[in-house]
């Protein structure tokens, strides 16, 4: 590739960025959009923008862009969690080290690499971009001591930059957890893997461990049921009702909200309850009695179990409970929101095979990924797609038609086959069995890493047939070699993929144009009601391996082909600024890792720093520099030891929570006398059923609150009411003027099965 | 090799045994060798075995080997602790599945081998050993899945073995921890990384953290100091006095023994005590006003503290303490006689790097180690010595001369070399800072095994040149193959090594050569009084891996080249003899790792079980039989799936103690009341100096304890005593009538700088 070349390719997708930048800022202020632009404020303040026609809805404005930008990050931590502020930080992070990087580089490396050899200079535009990798560079040349100079500027200030980062989000994670200091997340550990006992519920044989053994600091406890008859009914109904609600349209929809927020236990009667079957009630009765719908079998082997301070719930979570290290596994719970409870009730024994077996599965799939890889790098060649297809060849005759194949249909094809990775690695990590959204999501993200540097560095470096690809792995020895010979000539690739990639994904990020088509999709053709369907969770897994590919593509062609540097800073800048924006409006945080997502930041700039100097030890030794190579050899085990150092210093951090902190806050609370208001809201904080979307239901679950809340305040009054049976005291005086029976039964058949168990507090 | 030389290198090897065994049962019972063979006896009972020249002694008798084998695994645990126990389940284990596997291979597989190839099969004596390996099985032949199958019998039963022999030692941990009740280091938690305070001294910053955040449960602490010029006193003390006691023989011996049970302090005047210069009472007191001997310059920064139950310390171990992972790092303490205390204030801040670096280190050394062995190779060759060593021609004409250089002198120098390797991967283990002997051994044990398994097995297999070899492991696609085609040929070497290291290992163990020679040197040739330094711990560190080599070598060897497995079992049968011989009357048990040798034997035993799978895999391709080599394949899976489940199910108990167990254990004491016992107890169980060696300063000890406990019992009592200044109560009855000055001047200056420092017991 010519200069020139690069530098159109550079012209029109600047120009196409700053079209779609424009079309953003037009887009955006369309009020049939809010919902696609500003789906999180939207769902956070409820107003709408106003519908009226003004031409200032039709001028670009880059008000958006100074908004991002002026935005703090406690701003950022405030709307849209720490893990927002983490993401953020690794594009920080990574600007400011390729700037660094492009600046050394394109002054320092470039010049030398240029005029390196005493070739032809022709016009630079004209220019082959391999004179500006150090491929160019003479052998035995006494300026690859440059080269080498700016590899170790580089490595020690990435290796200064991450330091301070992983300090800095170390601090905010401890922050993060005093600062949230009603959650009741801290206090609750969730144990798996119960025994089952012939004679006791799940429910008493947690209860009679935990008074036995941690007496002092146990609260009370709420066991996980498995979803069965009656989580069926209750979101039969709700697809029910969902239905019912969309074709009466919006008379039934303005009906039905107001009643939606009143508890229905209250008196007030709504559509949602005729849905039930009126004989409904009278066979509740059944299960309380204890035959058919027998809780041990819908009960899971988990358990939430609360403990007064937060110290004690994290001590039993950290601790080995029994000589049989699969039985009471404890682990602190994760949030209410974060709990993914279809993995809950897998039984603990089966997950060390689901992990083997997912590890497994994704290490097959992203080997099977090359055989697509493959067969798209066949179409390229024309006479073998011939050969391979006879039919197309009348096809082929015509010029455009070879030229459409040849050059869009692999890149299409092999698009396609890149956008079904992030679901099926997801797949994998649900198969996992992890307990909650946010590991799910983490664990994908690692997978997708892998998936990601595997197929698109390695596989293009190692480039050739997938069979010779295996080959060139095998031989471990060889590899530094091979990347140091590859690197510089995959170089131009990679800058156009920067390019056409990068930047590509960046625009249809900020332009949302997956929410754009549905919601005109669903507007225009289908002629459906817009509904509130439209908001995500940030998608960390498919994100932050892009931008951490980005920095490894990066690193690795920094030294050896500087092109690269000011189109990734490019890139860097403005996903700074767009993925900010959209923290702000488009995405809604529901759940939280509280920064784990550093550590794999983190990990994989270590890996890029290190395969950077690998190679380049390989490419000093290509160029007959054995003092070069030599020099870098001390460099890589100075990022070794700094990768340990990190690892000591900061990573126990983000595996647990510093005794320290969770003493005093509990200590604080002890001072305020908030622990007593926060132990009663714990024992509906774990509320099983039903979630939390906006349909009638939602009423059995402030019930269940409600039951909850007067049966813990009421139990004080009244110990010597230690029967088994479950208890239904409802005391509450909403609830005064209802007849028990009645109440009892409604609890028990929708929300169902859950009935919390308190213990008795010793006087 | 042929059969007939196999034969008969196995039948001189069995007659040298048996001749060494049956010199054994005679040496055994010389008086003079008594301290050899029988140092752990003679350590436990002090007593002597008869002086008078009978016939019997000079007869040889069985009658060891019967007590060996009679004696029970309880009595083994009791006198030799739960490590000798584990050593012992693996001879179990190997015996067990090597005589299975010797069954099943010598009359499945051998003759299958045998018959494999129409060959002209000559008389067996005179036949090659290769023929009865897997090598003489025709390609392609039906009966390869023979040997699968047996593969598959192996390796099924060695995983059912090791799984009860896991659970099995598991139990037997959790029943050590919950029999030795009053173990003062189950109360203890090492805290290393205070950090320094300019206006306190690490004592009161230890107490204010731990009354600040673990109030609950804290006793009290105990700072470790740095061995400063009163321990060197103490030493300079303990060695004149050593040379003091040798010089006047038995007469000083016989005076000073009584004294030394006596404390120091009752009144009786001992000679150590005369050692010490009369002004020394003077000048000690000016330390304790404070100049300069000022003790925050001599504490380190660590601290044993105690804490009121096993439960409490557990967890103040367990748990991340502060926001800086790198202070205040708590470990459970390990028992007072396992303490490194040289490595007790190595910084910790320093220890990643430490660890690194002998890390590094050692890999280092295990590839600079084929330096010698390629040099020894070429020893063997007569032409290559000659070249290099020219005046060697004269010598090496003579024809017994090269049979010397070239037959034995290799082995020599190379077992020369081997002898380095035990002390160099302890001394990278020391400078590693571990905290306890017993840790140190096993790091040295782990290290010295990765060399035994690298410099025997992979470089005698993958043999020839050592870069030839460094390329062969570059390219690991291709080991399978190389092992497939080297292993069988190699294992006429394996047998022979089997036959002559593995046997005459256990002779020499059995006589314990060293001690007989060291014994006859000191008594015939230097003329001295034996003393009791002949007592040894067992060496874990050199046999362990020896055993387990033993063990891969069988496993690998077994359906390739099955006539190693008699020859195999013959050695693990009379090393479980020998073994259990060893552990009864020679060794003496100073400190136990508490059975963490089982997870190393299972790992290797694993890794051993995956190499056979892999090369039987390759040699099944190799003979063109791909069924064989693919059913295979599930059979590694599956092992690695069995790993996995024990690493989920039994390992988690080698790394830490269950709650359950430590709060009944607590639980127990409380209510039989023996916790203030216990308490008491627990402030002198870290005595700092000196050790326990049987020189006079054990007074000194004692007075500590004495001191302490009389501190902690007068502490209730007088209250009001809450001075800052060293505690000096020294109420105890028997130094009642000693003037207070002197004692505490002595304790200062001897039992130097240690101070229990106590913590006021909230009333």
Same mark, same amino acid.
């Given at each position: ?14 120009? =196409? ?31 709408? =923008? ?274 049989? $290290? ?212 940030? $998608? ?21 082909? $500087? ?10 800048? =403005? ?50 520099s054995p003092v070069a190579a030599g020099f870098t050899v001390p460099l890589i085990i100075f990022t ?124």
């Amino acid at each position: 590739m010519k200069v020139g070349g690069l530098l159109t390719s550079a012209g029109i997708n600047i120009g =196409l960025c700053v079209l779609f930048l424009s079309l953003y800022s037009i887009l955006r202020k369309q009020p049939q959009n809010v919902k696609v632009y500003f789906g999180r404020r939207i769902a956070e303040e409820n107003n709408r =923008l106003r519908d009226a026609f003004i031409l200032e809805r039709f001028v670009p404005s880059p008000s958006w862009i100074v908004k991002s930008l002026r935005c703090t990050e406690d701003e950022i931590l405030a709307t849209a969690g720490l893990d927002a502020v983490v993401f953020n930080r690794i594009m920080v992070f990574s600007v400011r080290i390729f700037s660094l990087a492009a600046i050394l580089c394109v002054f320092g490396v470039l010049p030398l690499n240029y005029f390196g050899q005493n070739m032809d200079h022709v016009r630079i535009p004209s220019a082959s971009l391999e004179t500006f990798t150090i491929g160019n560079v003479q052998e035995r040349s006494r300026w690859l001591w440059v080269h080498c100079l700016v590899l170790y500027i580089i490595s020690t200030v990435a290796c200064v930059l991450l330091y301070l980062e992983y300090k800095h989000i170390a601090r905010l994670r401890l922050l993060h957890i005093s600062r949230s200091s009603s959650n009741p997340s801290h206090f609750t550990v969730l144990v798996r893997g119960i025994p089952k006992s012939r004679t006791e519920s799940f429910s008493r044989t947690v209860e009679s461990f935990f008074t036995k053994y941690h007496a002092s600091t146990y609260l009370s406890h709420q066991v996980a049921y498995k979803v069965g008859k009656v989580q069926k009914i209750v979101s039969g109904a709700k697809k029910v009702y969902r239905k019912f609600k969309h074709f009466k349209g919006t008379t039934v929809d303005q009906r039905c909200r107001p009643i939606t927020f009143q508890c229905c236990f209250c008196g007030a009667s709504s559509n949602s309850f005729q849905l039930l079957p009126s004989d409904f009630e009278q066979e509740s009765e059944t299960p309380v009695n204890g035959s058919s719908l027998s809780l041990p079998d819908e009960e899971c082997g988990s358990a939430f179990v609360f403990f007064k301070t937060r110290y004690a719930a994290l001590v039993v979570a950290q601790i080995l409970q029994t000589s049989n $290290p699969m039985r009471w596994v404890t682990s602190l719970a994760p949030e209410r929101d974060d709990i993914y409870w279809s993995n809950l009730w897998l039984p603990y024994k089966q997950l060390w095979i689901r992990h083997t077996a997912t590890l497994l599965g994704s290490i097959v799939f992203m080997f099977l990924f090359l055989i697509p890889v493959t067969f798209i790098q066949g179409l390229t060649q024309l006479e073998q797609l011939q050969q391979r297809l006879p039919f197309l060849r009348g096809i082929l005759k015509k010029k455009y038609m070879t030229q459409l194949i040849t050059g869009y249909l692999p890149s299409v094809i092999l698009q396609i086959f890149l956008y079904t990775v992030p679901p099926t690695m997801m797949l994998f990590s649900t198969l996992e069995g992890p307990i909650s959204h946010s590991e799910r999501k983490k664990s994908a993200c690692c997978k997708v890493l892998y998936f990601t540097i595997w197929n698109v560095f390695f596989v293009n470096v190692l480039s050739g047939s997938a069979i010779s690809q295996v080959i060139a792995l095998s031989s471990p020895r060889d590899i530094p070699m091979q990347l140091a010979k590859a690197v510089p000539v995959q170089a131009t690739f990679f800058t156009t993929y920067v390019l056409t990639s990068g930047w590509a994904s960046l625009s249809s990020e900020l332009m949302q144009l997956f929410g754009l088509t549905w919601i005109f999709i669903r507007r225009y053709l289908l002629r459906m009601k817009e509904d509130s369907d439209l908001l995500y969770s940030f $998608p960390y897994h498919t994100e932050v391996p892009k931008v951490l590919l980005f920095g490894l593509l990066g690193f690795t062609c920094s030294v050896l082909a $500087p092109m690269i540097l000011p189109f990734l800073v490019l890139y860097f800048c =403005l996903g700074y600024v767009i993925y900010r924006n959209q923290f702000l409006n488009v995405y809604c945080t529901k759940y939280d890792t509280g920064g784990l997502y550093w550590p794999i930041a983190h990990n994989t700039t270590i890996f890029s720093l290190i395969l950077t100097q690998v190679i380049c030890v390989g490419v000093f030794g290509l160029k007959k520099s054995p003092v070069a190579a030599g020099f870098t050899v001390p460099l890589i085990i100075f990022t070794l030891l700094f990768n340990q150092y990190c690892r000591k210093r900061h990573l126990p951090l983000f595996k647990t929570f510093p005794a320290q902190n969770l003493i005093d806050m509990d200590k604080e609370d002890q001072q305020s006398g908030g622990t007593e208001d926060l132990h009663q809201r714990l024992h509906s904080a774990y509320f099983q059923f039903p979630d939390t979307d906006d349909i009638p239901l939602e009423g059995v679950h402030t019930a269940g609150r409600h039951e909850d809340g007067s049966g813990t305040s009421g139990e004080s009054s009244r110990e010597e009411n230690t029967a088994d049976e479950p208890k239904s005291d409802l005391s509450h005086p909403a609830l005064d003027g209802l007849p028990v029976s009645r109440l009892r039964n409604a609890v028990i058949s929708l929300g169902s099965i859950w009935r919390p168990q308190k213990r008795e507090l010793p006087l």
